[in-house]
């Protein structure tokens, strides 16, 4: 009998791909392993296995597979179905998925290059006649491909050599294969054997008097292993007796240390004991009992609790029952920024039990986290992460929490699989038969109405914790300031006031701009020339600290010219502002201060959020100025003061869910203000004070907003009343675009008529040299979800089926939230 599996392999084709196997693979293999096998011509992929049996493929002859990879499964069943469930909903392949899904280093490709490894010097005895043949090509060219080692050993499977020399070291392979994920050893001391004995301490001790330094460090050993009863680490060992590594090797050259290492995590907890968490209020215990009383006949519970209400507490609690019946608990959150503040609070309550897992973390941090989860470890009881971490290998979930619910940064726009992290988590939550908490202060349309309807339990919180009051918020009309000429740069004369009292209290200042760099637009007085980005259709923005004007679409960058590339004039000014601009009119309105500033720019690096937000915590800073990053559900005790320098250029954004997101982003923005006992202050700089968004956040009426957009919504067919499918066309050629574009939507409107929107050029309608086109589908209450996505797939085929339209690139977007 012959074997068989189906692998999914990490590109986006549509089907799975059928391989050849032995009977002694088929008894091993499970579905959820990794193997390597060979693809087209020449190329060798990271597959994963779905399934085996015993049918031939009939289109063609299956090839056998060149490796199997991993002793157990790294991806469950209950993983392989959610993955599947993404593919069909968003509209995607199980290829994209699984791209997503698994960290980079488990998945290789043929492209991997190998170079020899000049740390290791290998003898020629030790290595195998196909090994030396690989070895002694590297001597002569730095590198080569596994293509290449095919044609120099003559023979397709040469990954087992490959990961020969891999074991001896003898080449680095810049993707590694096999041994991409390396654990992290750490270095620990003691003392050496034959030392151990009184006698040969009071020996060693009195030899090493001439050696002053290398006695110390002996000293020191010995007073850390009567402290902490633990290994000595080297590092700690050098900084606690104020050497030097050196004078450590030394000593272990000399054989009076021992060197051994200890596989330990890269992310790993080092705090004291576990506190209890705190006691909740009245209000707080109310709203748990709630939760838990709509958990009896609700599945999803919306948790819509005022900024600072203390819903992190609430979690906290539901967190502690999951914990004591060994249940897993998966915590998301929309931004990096704010894991690295809650990481701190969570691993004060759940110790080593909290795993985090986000794209600033490496490969190797991943894999670790991927196992510990896989393994269901002590160490990933609690996985507090962004989006990506809904894709993670959960053995045994037992509640899903989605802070900050009406964040857009919980939908993935590029590349597929386009997910969005909170939906996606309600089907992962309901895979497990599991409860799932969205929390927010200002929940989005879609979740409240699913609440106001009754698909979701709906938990009200409407007091600040300790009975804080609201923050006071003022709206500063400029356009009458401009006139009276009370304006200092960007600054009112009332917010000018507002901050010299503040500081003056010693409190802290966020001022909230919306946008990065010096100014958006950069023009010449004479002729009005602005330069643009060669490769997108927008300005190019001014960076004053670089001297540089970059585009924030695709990166490019120059140095920002003396002279106007059009007329020569020297007269060139800019137009708009950033939050460089703040920054700088801050420092010269209070030079006495301390001002910084966070958003994409100087929060680059692993560790760039938490240094600026422990930095403001430990009151370093006195005035941080800062994009949409600021705004999410972080926890600043001293800040009582929020300057909004512009609300303007967020209500006026061609998006129907701007004025939701204005409103989410400054009612978000102004809960940082007052958080303790103090009343905060909030001030909206804008043209325009009259504007309803404006008035329903100054009064705090989040339902009064949702009522208002839900009746536009209704009237224009917009998400939550409709749902939406958004079709965008790509490609370098103008009016192929326009064509391939046409061809499609009038397809659309034979099927689907009045609901296709389109198609319609974006504002930016060129990033990175292409061109953009968009279409709209609109799907109404009583249309099939499923019908429609399958006409909407059968009229893409048929698109990319005419040779004129193949180099389009379509994207299917569905839910663009």
């Not at 001896?168 to 001391?189: F, T």
């Not at 949702?706 to 939406?724: A, G, N, S, V, W």
Request: hydrophobic residues 35%.
């Amino acid at each position: 009998m012959n074997y068989f599996i189906n692998v999914i392999l990490p590109i986006p084709l549509e089907k799975s791909f059928t391989y050849a196997i032995t009977k002694a693979e088929a008894n091993f293999l499970k579905p959820g392993i990794r193997v390597s096998v060979p693809f087209g011509k020449t190329k060798i992929y990271t597959a994963l296995v779905i399934d085996i049996h015993n049918n031939a493929p009939l289109t063609y002859e299956a090839k056998d597979i060149h490796q199997i990879l991993d002793e157990v499964p790294i991806v469950t069943q209950k993983q392989l179905e959610h993955w599947k469930w993404i593919a069909s909903y968003y509209m995607c392949t199980l290829g994209d998925v699984m791209r997503a899904a698994l960290p980079s280093a488990f998945i290789l490709e043929s492209e991997t290059i190998i170079s020899k490894n000049d740390a290791t010097i290998i003898s020629d005895a030790d290595l195998r006649d196909d090994e030396f043949v690989i070895y002694e090509a590297l001597h002569h060219q730095s590198s080569l491909k596994v293509q290449d080692l095919m044609s120099i050993l003559d023979k397709k499977n040469v990954l087992p050599v490959i990961k020969r020399l891999l074991d001896k070291n003898a080449i680095s392979v810049q993707e590694e294969i096999y041994e991409k994920y390396k654990p992290k050893l750490v270095r620990y001391v003691k003392l050496g054997t034959s030392y151990t004995s009184e006698d040969a301490l009071q020996v060693l001790l009195s030899d090493l008097s001439r050696a002053p330094k290398q006695r110390d460090v002996v000293m020191t050993l010995f007073s850390i292993s009567a402290q902490t009863k633990k290994p000595v680490k080297v590092s700690d060992l050098t900084s606690e007796s104020g050497t030097s590594s050196a004078i450590v090797k030394a000593l272990i050259n000399k054989g009076i240390l021992e060197e051994y290492h200890i596989q330990t995590d890269r992310v790993t907890y080092e705090g004291d004991d576990n506190e209890d968490s705190k006691r909740l209020n009245e209000y707080q215990e109310k709203a748990l009992n709630k939760i838990n009383e709509s958990f009896d006949n609700q599945n999803i519970t919306l948790l819509h609790g005022v900024t600072s209400s203390g819903k992190t507490e609430i979690y906290v609690k539901l967190i502690e029952d999951q914990l004591k019946v060994k249940k897993q608990v998966l915590y998301l959150l929309p931004e990096i920024a704010l894991t690295t503040q809650l990481v701190e609070r969570l691993q004060n309550y759940f110790g080593e039990k909290v795993a985090v897992f986000h794209s600033k973390y490496s490969s190797h941090e991943r894999v670790e986290v991927w196992n510990n989860v896989l393994s269901n470890s002590s160490t990933a009881q609690v996985v507090l992460g962004a989006r990506s971490s809904v894709l993670l290998p959960f053995q045994n979930l037992g509640l899903i929490i989605v802070d900050e619910e009406h964040e857009s940064s919980y939908k993935q726009f590029d590349p597929a699989p386009r997910y969005h992290a909170r939906d996606t988590a309600i089907v992962l939550a309901s895979i497990f038969q599991c409860k799932t908490v969205l929390g927010s202060a200002t929940p989005s349309l879609e979740s409240y109405y699913n609440a106001k309807q009754s698909k979701y339990g709906l938990v009200e919180l409407n007091h600040r914790y300790n009975n804080v009051l609201m923050p006071d918020i003022e709206l500063v009309d400029i356009k009458d300031k401009h006139k009276r000429k009370r304006m200092r740069g960007h600054f009112s004369d009332r917010l000018i006031e507002e901050m010299t009292e503040t500081l003056k209290n010693g409190h802290q200042i966020i001022l909230f701009q919306n946008r990065r760099g010096f100014s958006p637009i950069v023009e010449c007085h004479t002729c009005g020339h602005s330069p643009q980005c060669p490769n997108c259709d927008v300005s190019l923005t001014f960076h004053q600290y670089k001297n540089q004007l970059r585009c924030h679409y695709c990166g490019y960058n120059t140095v920002m010219p003396k002279t106007c590339d059009a007329c020569g004039s020297v007269e060139l000014d800019s137009k708009g502002f950033g939050t460089e601009q703040v920054e700088q009119e801050a420092k010269l309105l209070f030079p006495e201060h301390n001002v910084a500033r966070m958003d994409l720019d100087t929060t680059r690096g692993k560790y760039g959020y938490e240094k600026i937000i422990t930095a403001l915590e430990q009151g370093e800073i006195d005035i941080l100025v800062g994009t949409q990053m600021l705004t999410k559900g972080l926890d600043f005790r001293n800040v009582k003061l929020v300057g909004i320098m512009n609300a303007d250029n967020m209500l006026n954004f061609p998006d129907f869910r701007a004025h939701e997101r204005s409103y989410q982003l400054m009612a978000q923005v102004s809960g940082r203000a007052g958080r303790t006992e103090e009343r905060g202050k909030v001030l909206i700089q804008t043209y325009n004070p009259y504007h309803k968004i404006l008035q329903q956040v100054s009064t705090n009426n989040y339902v009064q907003m949702f009522e208002e957009q839900l009746d536009e919504r209704h009237i224009y067919k917009y998400p939550p009343i409709y749902r939406m499918i958004k079709i965008t066309l790509k490609h370098k050629d103008y009016n192929r675009v326009n064509i391939g574009a046409d061809w499609y939507s009038k397809s659309l409107r034979t099927v689907f008529s009045q609901y296709v929107l389109g198609p319609e050029f974006p504002p930016v309608a060129r990033i990175r040299n292409q061109y953009l086109k968009h279409i709209l589908v609109k799907i109404p209450q009583k249309q099939s979800l499923a019908k429609t996505k399958e006409a909407i797939i059968k009229i893409n085929n048929s698109f990319l089926s005419v040779k004129d339209f193949r180099a389009i690139r379509v994207i299917l977007n569905v839910d663009n939230y």
